[in-house]
């Protein structure tokens, strides 16, 4: 493991537990071979081995790194551990793996307050909420300039609904006008303006030309 050659490490960790399943390396062998998996590239393996040493020591001391083993793969499985301070854009990818990472941390979170691992994982889990909230207002907007009013209404309301504290959220809240506006859903359209000018009376989305002259949807062209 030292030297990076994380296929063979798999091979010596699998016979080990193999051979001495009640030995004291056992355990500490099933995460190594999780950790090394992730190291290698194996995703799945990874995540599997991390849910069968879950399953196996639910009170193991360790456990908690499990949890977080299983949020980081999923976190960004192609790059290190902090390669979120590069804010990679996953908002338009899909958006499973991002959830199961979120689900992770949330558990180590609410099982293990004072891990070690914990202090890590909240702000990946401030991190995790607001790509979510970027994933459904995405499809929103990908709904709307096709219109498909209705389904993009659909999904602007559930970012709005579970992800309010998100600045996704501002963008969410438009897309509810525009979308109810289209429908000719007038009601439902004027409660939705009026939660975005109280929520976010400084937007970019209620001043100037963007409200009142330009096609809403140019407010996502980056060359305008």
């Not at 639910?58 to 902090?82: C, I, Q, T, W």
């Not at 607001?130 to 009013?149: D, F, P, W």
């Not at 004027?190 to 937007?203: E, I, L, W």
Request: net charge positive; aromatic share 16%; proline share 4%.
């Amino acid at each position: 493991m030292s030297s990076g050659a994380w296929d063979k490490a798999i091979k010596y960790l699998e016979k080990l537990e193999a051979r001495y399943p009640y030995g004291r390396y056992a355990q500490q062998a099933q995460l190594d071979i999780a950790y090394a998996y992730w190291k290698s590239g194996e995703r799945a393996s990874a995540i599997a081995a991390a849910d069968r040493f879950i399953k196996l020591y639910p009170n193991h001391a360790n456990v908690d790194y499990a949890y977080y083993l299983k949020g980081l793969v999923n976190f960004n499985e192609n790059s290190g551990l902090l390669s979120f301070l590069d804010r990679p854009d996953l908002s338009e990818r899909d958006s499973k793996g991002t959830r199961e990472a979120f689900d992770a941390f949330k558990e180590l979170a609410a099982r293990f307050p004072d891990s070690k691992y914990t202090a890590d994982a909240l702000p990946r889990m401030r991190y995790l909420v607001n790509t979510l909230a970027q994933y459904e207002v995405h499809v929103a907007r990908y709904y709307m300039k096709r219109g498909a009013y209705v389904a993009a209404a659909n999904r602007a309301q559930y970012a709005v609904q579970n992800y309010m504290q998100a600045p996704a959220t501002e963008e969410a809240v438009f897309i509810l006008v525009k979308a109810y506006d289209s429908l000719g859903m007038t009601d439902l359209r004027d409660a939705a303006d009026r939660v975005m000018h109280k929520n976010f009376p400084q937007s970019r989305y209620l001043t100037g030309k963007a409200a009142r002259e330009v096609s809403w949807w140019k407010l996502w062209d980056p060359d305008w």
